[in-house]
């Protein structure tokens, strides 16, 4: 899947080589480059980056957005910034790939990334990442989303690093709204996320869900919140599912309500896979592990 999209993408970077295919429509450049060009990009960032990209949507199209970040040799470390504007009333579809392509590279990825929706824009982001027992992984996102903007944001680890902490915060100014997925597979890992949702002004709204399936010597942290700061509307649903007796998961809901005329609820739940369920599936003709497999991606689909 990640590799089908490389050659179709309008960024991608291999260890530290990146290359750019540019669409009518989009100002596309290595982050570098757009730090040298427009000056007030500073606040938005860390020093001087050298890796990542900077996007700026400013018609609409037709096709996907896609990126393509790879690590394909021993020990590289990316420390990638990266940043994306869509501009007002924009409705733009993005994919993001991140992964190692080999096992034992031992590769580190770093990764921050400020997202910001014009007014009315409408962005839907699918971001997948890919990794190998020995790798490191650090994901750092905000998305910005001004008045009447639209989020829909899925986030799936299907395949996890040694260790990856992953961190996104949202923040949603007034009528905006955010839908968020967060899902991933840990196995032979540990992975500690945190998610924040800040609805900072009146009748915005978002929803935040997240399921992790804990694998074979694993362990998930996961620390998510919605801060009511005005009339607004949030949910949280957060799931973990053990299906292995040698994994943990820990799961922190925070709700805070700063305004009487807000409505912010949650749920959260950690479970097993039940040998009635395993049962059912085995009198239809699968084995045990077709039958985990069949119920763990049930279980991701949200």
């Not at 590289?76 to 910034?81: A, G, P, V």
């Not at 009487?260 to 039940?274: L, M």
Request: with cysteine; proline share 1%.
């Amino acid at each position: 899947m990640i590799m089908k999209n490389a050659k179709n993408a309008n960024y991608i970077q291999r260890d530290h080589s990146a290359s750019i295919l540019k669409s009518e429509g989009v100002e596309l450049m290595r982050i570098s480059e757009a730090l040298n060009k427009y000056g007030w990009l500073k606040k938005f960032l860390y020093g001087k980056p050298k890796e990542g990209y900077f996007i700026f949507v400013k018609k609409q199209l037709k096709y996907p957005l896609i990126t393509c970040v790879t690590i394909n040799s021993k020990k590289i470390k990316q420390e990638m910034q990266n940043i994306v504007i869509i501009d007002k009333n924009l409705k733009i579809s993005m994919q993001g790939t991140c992964s190692s392509l080999k096992k034992d590279l031992e590769g580190v990825h770093y990764a921050r990334g400020k997202i910001i929706l014009k007014e009315g824009a409408h962005l839907k982001y699918n971001h997948l990442h890919s990794w190998n027992d020995g790798d490191e992984v650090n994901s750092n996102y905000e998305f910005y989303l001004e008045k009447n903007s639209r989020l829909d944001y899925n986030y799936n680890t299907v395949s996890s690093p040694k260790n990856l902490s992953l961190t996104t915060k949202v923040v949603c100014l007034k009528k905006s709204a955010a839908n968020l997925k967060i899902s991933g597979i840990c196995k032979n890992s540990k992975m500690k996320i945190k998610e924040n949702l800040i609805l900072k002004e009146n009748n915005s709204s978002g929803i935040l869900k997240l399921r992790f399936v804990g694998k074979e010597n694993s362990e998930i942290l996961s620390h998510s919140s919605i801060a009511a700061e005005a009339e607004c509307k949030g949910h949280l649903d957060c799931q973990g599912l053990l299906v292995d007796k040698t994994s943990k998961i820990s799961l922190i809901p925070e709700l805070a309500c700063k305004d009487n005329r807000s409505q912010i609820t949650h749920e959260a739940s950690i479970g097993k896979i039940s040998e009635e369920e395993l049962h059912y599936l085995r009198t239809r003709g699968l084995n045990e592990q077709e039958a985990i497999d069949l119920i763990v991606n049930g279980f991701l689909e949200i």
